[in-house]
């Protein structure tokens, strides 16, 4: 039975079972901070306030720390209120999330944390069950928890905290600091980190590494404030269809693309493998779909056209990058991104670009733990600035023991049914609509099953007419 | 560039297919529920480019006689076929990607269509990319326009 007590959890007291559950894991224990390294960088290692010192912003049901698997522990809620109830000292808002018939109305409102009931986007999506424990109440979807409305990682913290304007600025000044020093490294089989090589810990259950992008320690106007206007009501409307309508759209449910950005996010990516050669270094992980990031080490983009990319004029889902080494750090630039979503957090569109660092972790005695990821991205069309991630890779082993990598194969079973997605028995006949997978599917659905009396959305320009 | 070019013969179409526009010669799956007995000529609008596994697919609504406008079903709304290209990468250097084909886009193509009568088809012979919103005169197509592009060495099949 799930206990419901109020404000259970509060910030100081989270950070006890998040120490000792860091402490029982004896010495393979990072905090969230940015690279080991002495270097005095225009783009790369700037301090970070680092999120595991925060608590949880929505409400939730938590089994235990939740870092080394499976709980038996009996979920308990984490929240500002329990289904049903208002926070002490908290005044509802008149219409919110769970109550609009019209979120594209609500607009003046979703500045404010009360339109979400104080609830970070992946506790949205958690209420209705969406992590298989429900806190939408008795009376759905009016009754849902509150989230800590006193809770929220500061936006400060999350945009990038260097000053280049676009991804090519950021990789040009790293290497030419790199230069400067005598760079880039020209690795040989002789000398290239080769410690690198192996299989990385699943990054959401990596002691301490929480990061925002998680979508669990923010309110939503604050990632809100983040994105572009047009990008901002699509969250939004995300959010109400998780929230509101219980209808979620998430792309690997349909065996659809997972996308460029599900590789920071908590549940697409389970253990990793690396291997790092001269000329390329390769990290392989998924559970749904396959994510393969080639590093192409030296390799320049091809600037001509829309976006740099290696290949074709073809967006790719996980675009493309190239490389460098600065001794045993790798620098890398993305790009040629197909634009996609990630559920819980926001949509990316084809100019989405990364600069990515990966540093070797080290205990005092300089044994290779694993690796930082620093992570800056650029997306002038959905980000109103870049923003940064960052998060760490604990390496568990060599290739030789451990399970080995599973190339998935997703074979689709479940297909939306009047705009629900709903488990299909083989044999079975449905009536099924071909989704426009450039068009953004999940709109489409929406705005068929769920959307049908509200405002008007901007009409699309009329292709058709050459009167 | 204007490019028109309007092969008479059997022979000459059959040597013209060497210069055309590559298509796979390796495929991902069968083509034979194409009828490569008959040819299909469009002129329409793009409606999107999907830069898919198998195969590049170009969906477009076909325009009507006066190039005014697009066909459209009982309902009003555009009816969209869809035409089957080579891999992905292949026809981005050919000049048909994403970015080059966005929507509104009017172009010109010959194929060969579905046997069942479904509105798809294979691509036949070259395809010609009119000016940003000029589409051709009324029973024209994208060859006979002026600053058309033109993809692949081919020029459009005659329909049979």
Redesign the interface.
Known sequence: MPIFKRNQIARNLWTLPVLAAACLLGSSVFAQATAQTDLESVGRGAPLLDLNTYALTGATMRRGTGFVGPSTEPPVFNGGAPPGETPAGVEALPIDIFTSKDFYKDRALWTDPRYFRCNSSAALEDLWGGNRASLIGENPPTSAAWGHCENDYPREAIVSPYGFKTAQEHYEALKAETTARGGPTVHTYETVPGEWTGRYQHPGRTPNNWYWYRMRHNQVPTILSLLTPEYQTRMVQEAYHHANTNAAQWPSQYCWPEGFMRRWHEAAQWELSIMATPKMVQILGGVVRNFITNIHIGRDFNMEGNVPRLGADVPRWYGETIGFWDGDTLITWTSNIQGWKAHAAFEWSNQMQSIEIYTPNRDADGKFLGLNHEAILYDPEALVEPVRIVRNYEKLSDFDEGDPYVFVECIQSIFPIDGVATPVSPGQVIEYKIPDMYGRPWDAIWKEYFEKDMEKQQEAEDIFSFE | MKMQFKPTTTLAAVALLAGAVSLPVLAHHSFAMYNMNTIKVFTG?V?????APNHLQLFF?PMNED????ERDEKGE?VVWAVEMGG???M??EGV????FP??T?FSVGMHPLRNGEKAGSMEGGLFKCPE?T?PAAGMHCDSVEGSIQIGKAGLPEPK
């Open positions: 609008v409606t999107r480019v999907d830069p609504a190039r005014k406008n697009v555009p992905s990468a292949q981005a250097r990607s994403v970015n080059a929507p509104g009017v919103r589409p």
